[in-house]
């Protein structure tokens, strides 16, 4: 377990190195043009198109959850990678190791300006506080809270502003048109968001246990509860302990990822005597879904529809 931790915590000192490498680089010149720019999480593209419009085009360089340990960049985006301007990203370090890894990879690294760091996470209220193990570890990459922030809606805003202001240091006669985007962003998600209560109220107090724990962000808006199983870092409870777990938390609804094991789901279906609900925590892994608000919309309406 001592060896264990330290390897964790000086991969997280080469990966902080890494990033600041990143950090202290040349700043990019004004330039015209549209902004190319580079996204760590598919969910925060629609934003980004939605603050930039006209004025960027975007890529996204990884496919699937972002925590991944063989986190990286997809090879049909390497190239659009180190043509971008900006990188869009959560503020976690595995995204940035894998980013910085394939920008060093490249065969004009020495010599190009490295793109613009992007942080939607600033300010945004966060569930799953950590503490630390009976070893005094904390993982640096959860030290702020879930990972998954941007599953509560009520984040949107913010990373719309934050967007917005990064947007326009690089194109500073934009700003204001960046800003006027994301306003017109957060009045449409707060409309949304809204009507998503209304749904929602019947269900208050459900208690829905989440395979993916990153929906637990979403009990912030009211309704169900959110319920997941907090184990112990880069160890996955057995279905067994899983169904455990789910009994003693009281669960009426069990929600699955389409990325969940399939060993996991057919213990739910077969031993849980609870309805098993499949709703994917990315709009990636929703048909035609190209909104930010079209991943909360799906879950609201599998949930309705599970309750019944």
């Known amino acids: 377990m001592r060896t264990l931790g330290f390897q964790r915590v000086l991969h997280s000192l080469l990966v902080g190195l890494a990033s600041a490498g990143l ?3 040349a700043p990019l010149a004004p330039k015209e043009g549209r902004i190319s720019v580079a996204v760590a999480v598919t969910d925060l593209e629609p934003i980004v198109r939605a603050v930039g419009g006209a004025q960027v085009e975007t890529v996204n360089v990884f496919k699937g959850c972002i925590l991944r340990k063989d986190l990286q960049v997809e090879p049909s985006a390497k190239a659009r990678l180190l043509a971008a301007e900006a990188i869009v990203w959560t ?3 595995n995204e940035s190791a894998a980013i910085a ?6 065969a004009n690294h020495a010599s ?3 793109p613009k760091w992007l942080d939607v996470s600033k300010g945004a209220m966060r569930t799953n506080l950590p503490t630390s193990t009976c070893s005094g570890y904390v993982d640096p990459a959860y030290a702020d809270g879930d990972p998954f922030f941007w599953l509560n809606p009520a984040n949107g805003g913010l990373m719309a502003r934050n967007i917005a202001r990064g947007l326009g240091e690089l194109r500073p006669g934009s700003r204001a048109f960046f800003m006027a985007n994301a306003e017109a962003f957060e009045k449409a998600l707060a409309s949304d968001i809204a009507r998503w209560k209304v749904a929602l109220k019947p269900l ?20 169900p ?11 996955q409870p057995s279905p067994k302990a899983l169904l455990l ?9 069990i929600l699955v990822d389409p990325n969940t094991p399939p060993d ?7 031993h849980s005597k609870l309805k098993v609900v499949e709703v994917p925590s990315s709009i990636e892994g929703i048909r035609g879904a190209t909104t930010y608000s079209a991943l909360f919309e799906n879950l609201v309406k599998s949930l309705r529809l599970a309750s019944r």
């Open 264 to 270: 996991y789901v057919e213990a739910f279906r077969e």
């Open 112 to 114: 190009r300006l490295e």
């Open 23 to 25: 950090a202290l680089a």
């Open 245 to 253: 777990h789910i009994r003693a938390m009281k669960a009426a609804l």
């Open 225 to 235: 509860s959110f319920v997941v199983c907090k184990g112990t870092p880069d160890e």
């Open 101 to 106: 890894e394939a920008l060093r990879g490249s």
């Open 204 to 223: 208050q107090g459900v208690r829905v246990f989440a395979a993916q724990c990153g929906w637990q962000n979403f009990s912030a808006l009211g309704g």
């Open 91 to 93: 503020g976690f370090l």
